[in-house]
């Protein structure tokens, strides 16, 4: 299989939509990288969702990806990326230069998550601080969906048209998300919550009883999705899980 192409595929499902996060969003997310000197995007992808705010945070942004249509999008909005190499995850930049780095939404779609934390380790400077999010398998949906249905969350680009080529290649926890950065030699490892969660979303795995989630996302109001939760319990109860890790100094 050629991963280049496997990742090109991918993209080519998708289109720029303009849409970006909202500032309280992005500074919730990614405050810990705000006023950096230089900052690697690590699966930068089209350029399309948080990259414009956060060139304009930093003093130095630099993108990467292993897709050559990843990395043409994104440079054509006027962005530096650079290509990550499919077979190892490395790239053609020296050791000790970022002071900071993103990898939004990325581990899950990798064929050696290690490898390519390794290799941001690589090329942070000491005390550089790195922030990463996955999807939280164990968010309490999923867990149900496994147990009573042994079905994994994979996310397929098109279900009507194959449910069979989910996107999802790796599953985290919020304990192997925290062992994946401790064995790539991280530090200071802090994982928590992200995105807005709801205890309605364990609807989704009851089948036609799904429409009790999709009722409550569309009608009821904030306070009754509990989405405090994720913050008090993120390993049931976060959709999605935030890592802010280090590199020791």
């Known amino acids: 299989m050629n991963v280049e192409n496997f990742y090109d595929n991918y993209w080519s499902g998708y289109r720029d939509t303009g849409q970006e996060w909202e500032e309280k969003r992005f500074k919730k997310v990614l405050g810990p990288l705000l006023g950096r000197e230089k900052v690697l995007d690590y699966g930068c992808g089209l350029g399309q969702i948080y990259q414009r705010q956060l060139v304009k945070s930093v003093k130095s942004y630099t993108g990467a990806d292993v897709s ?20 190892n995850s ?14 939004v939404e990325v581990f899950e779609h990798l064929f050696d998550p290690l ?58 926890s919020r304990l192997m998300f925290k062992r994946l950065f401790s064995d790539a030699g991280f530090v200071d490892v802090k994982v928590g919550s992200f995105d807005n969660s709801s205890v309605w979303d364990i609807f989704y795995c ?7 989630t999709k009722f409550a996302h569309e009608k009821l109001p904030a306070p009754l999705h509990l989405s405090f939760l994720q913050d008090v319990w993120p390993n049931v109860f976060a959709m999605r899980l935030r890592a802010v890790v280090r590199k020791p100094e």
Request: hydrophobic letters at 40%; aromatic letters at 8%.
């Open 206 to 212: 009851a089948g036609h009883f799904g429409v009790i």
């Open 90 to 103: 490395r790239m053609d930049l020296p050791d000790n230069t970022f002071d900071g780095a993103v990898c």
């Open 115 to 172: 490898a390519a934390a390794r290799e941001i380790y690589r090329v942070m400077k000491p005390g550089g601080v790195l922030v990463a999010t996955v999807p939280n398998f164990g968010y309490h949906p999923w867990r149900m969906l496994a147990l009573l249905r042994a079905q994994l969350p994979t996310e397929p680009q098109n279900r009507q048209v194959n449910r069979h080529n989910g996107v999802h290649i790796r599953f985290f």
């Open 68 to 87: 050559s249509q990843a990395l043409e999008e994104t440079q054509k909005k006027g962005l530096n990326a650079v290509r990550i190499a499919a077979d």
